[in-house]
């Protein structure tokens, strides 16, 4: 994950676009996790070492590419305030009033879990 955080910085800093930094972070993020695949699934290695090892390469890894940026301080993502529902006296604030990130991270879970107890597709890959 740090691996990924740290991608994300620097794709932010250096473009300025924030989600094409949210899409470096979640590309660093997956390759880490094929690293890992690879090494448990393939060369039949133990999981446990394995992540270990990858954690401890994660955090070297990235506070060798985020040198440079230690002092760099970005602006983050706007929250997303729905007008009308925003000012809603209690419920407004705590349901409406979230960055974009949250909205997506709720649309892919109710997604996946869509997918995943509702489909086909989704009882095969359960079962295996």
Known sequence: ?????ISSFIVAVET?????????????????????GFITLSLMANQVATGL???IFGTGLSAFMGQEYSSV???GIKALTIPGLSDIPVAGK??????PLVYVALLTFATISWFLY?????????AT
């Open 1 to 5: 994950m740090i691996v990924g955080a």
């Open 118 to 126: 509702r489909s086909r597709g989704g009882l095969i890959l359960r």
């Open 94 to 99: 705590l349901l409406f009033s979230y960055d």
């Open 73 to 75: 301080a970005l602006d």
């Open 16 to 36: 300025g676009q924030l989600w094409l930094a949210v899409i470096a972070g979640a590309v660093a993020g997956a390759l880490m996790a094929l690293i890992f």
């Open 53 to 55: 090892a990858l954690t």
